[in-house]
């Protein structure tokens, strides 16, 4: 075959990319393709902070291509029509793909196809490349996939996994295929920013995870959930743009090993539990996965004091004054917000987890709203009723009040665990420009539990 089409959606580099591997087995010339998809931005998911590091990504990636020979291959528009017609011009006989999880992934896979099998071309699908294990590889005994993570844990964590695959030496392409120019952020969604936003692309997520497997991983164990502590390896845009690969990841992770490995290792594999999850009930996206027949409250009011970060818990307001910072937010301050939305104020998930796409730099659907579906219990948790206390969890996780203190700035002054309870102070110590708590913690513990039966 003398051209193949390498499309690049969620898997932003060339270090362990089976999608660009196999176009380039498969012919001569490969061209790298991006399509800044208006599919994407129609449906509202094209958001100023992952437009911005996007950008960075695919900057990276053209970056790196060149230095092998070739480069990317950018077009707008809807991403099968313009996937067919790069596949017409070029004559090219085969189109590259990483399988998705979402509706939206499958009805592009399926639409595709009948695109390019209609010109007589044919698309090849790769698994494996945005996930460790393929979704729907791990099944219990008559059913489609696993809704507890534990048994689904151990049956990931036996599987053997490919090895990583070397960056290709060279990528030659077409000479006379045409390129629209590098999207910058504003091209790709209106809006600015987050000023605190981290950079994307291959090359920096590549210094980001060098530097966390040799000076973060051995204690991530004891320290994953010390709000104050930032000892995460934030390495969570990278994956979900494919900058990385969950793969490598893996194999590094397990080849340093120890206490902190297993800890972390444990968190890609709840990744893959929710892909597979989202992959085998696509309407968990917007839908709960196990519903209650709750009857979500209406306050707008309190969700604007949630989303501002003013609702008089200071750590749920460090928390969401974060996000709308760094466009990141700690993965225990992810659960307590959600919680405090959805148990607390009683307030529909869905709202967070819009709030946390608009922003969150992240922000994957599987992830996004399985985690929300588990926290506000309506997903996979077998303890659906639980509730995230904030002041006790502020209690475990910030003890100090550091972490408040860093992103609530009216309550700098306040020393040590008293910033987590600002109303409690003599009223001449009270800051004036911070507000009251918006509601009872027990009032709306009781209210959720009342609804719930």
Not at 269 to 293: E, K, M, N, S, T
Not at 358 to 376: I, K, M, P, S
Not at 423 to 434: F, G, N, Q, T, V
Request: charged content about 25%.
């Amino acid at each position: 075959m003398d051209v193949s089409i390498a499309l690049f959606t969620a898997n932003l580099r060339l270090r362990d990319n089976p999608v660009l591997r196999g176009a380039l087995d498969a012919a001569r010339r490969v061209v790298p393709l991006f399509v800044v998809d208006s599919g994407i931005v129609e449906r509202g998911f094209a958001v100023p902070n992952r437009a911005a590091f996007l950008a960075d990504a695919l900057a990276e990636l053209d970056e790196a291509l060149r230095e092998r020979g070739g480069r990317l291959v950018v077009r707008h528009g809807d991403v099968v029509a313009e996937t067919a017609g790069v596949a017409a011009e070029t004559g090219a006989g085969e189109v590259h793909l990483a399988a998705g999880v979402s509706e939206y992934a499958d009805r592009r896979e399926r639409r595709l196809r009948a695109a390019l099998e209609a010109d007589g071309r044919a698309l090849v699908v790769h698994d494996a490349v945005l996930t460790v294990v393929p979704p729907g590889a791990l099944t219990p005994t008559g059913k489609d996939h696993f809704a507890v993570f534990t048994p689904y844990f151990r049956r990931w964590d036996q599987q053997r996994v490919r090895r990583p695959l070397p960056v290709p030496r060279s990528v030659p392409v077409p000479d006379r295929v045409r390129s629209e120019p590098l999207p910058d952020a504003a091209a790709i969604a209106k809006g600015e920013p987050s000023p605190g936003l981290a950079r994307g692309g291959e090359a920096t997520g590549r210094k980001r995870l060098t530097a966390w497997m040799r000076r973060g991983l051995g204690d991530y164990h004891a320290l994953a959930d010390d709000l104050a502590a930032d000892a995460t390896s934030r390495l969570s845009p990278y994956l979900h743009f494919g900058c990385l690969s969950p793969t490598e990841v893996l194999h590094q992770a397990r080849r340093r090993g120890g206490p902190g490995a297993d800890d972390f290792v444990r968190q890609l594999a709840w990744r893959d539990f929710h892909h597979q999850v989202l992959a085998a009930r696509p309407a968990a996206g917007r839908h709960d996965y196990r519903g209650h027949g709750d009857r979500w409250r209406n306050d707008p009011a309190a969700l604007d004091a949630w989303r501002a970060g003013r609702t008089g818990f200071p750590v749920v307001d460090a928390a969401m004054r974060q996000l709308r910072h760094e466009g990141w937010m700690h993965g225990r301050a992810r659960l307590l917000v959600a919680s405090f939305l959805s148990k607390t104020l009683y307030l529909d998930w869905r709202l967070g987890a819009r709030h946390f796409l608009d922003l969150l730099v992240d922000g994957d659907l599987a992830n996004n709203q399985l985690n929300w579906q588990w926290a506000a219990g309506t997903g996979t948790d077998t303890r659906p009723n639980r509730v995230l206390n904030p002041l006790t969890q502020a209690r475990r996780f910030d003890p100090k009040g550091d972490y408040v203190r860093r992103w609530v700035p009216e309550l700098a002054e306040i020393p040590g665990r008293k910033a987590h309870q600002p109303w409690r102070l003599p009223e001449p110590e009270r800051p004036a420009d911070y507000p009251a708590p918006i509601v009872d913690l027990a009032t709306g513990a009781q209210r959720f539990q009342r609804a719930r039966g």
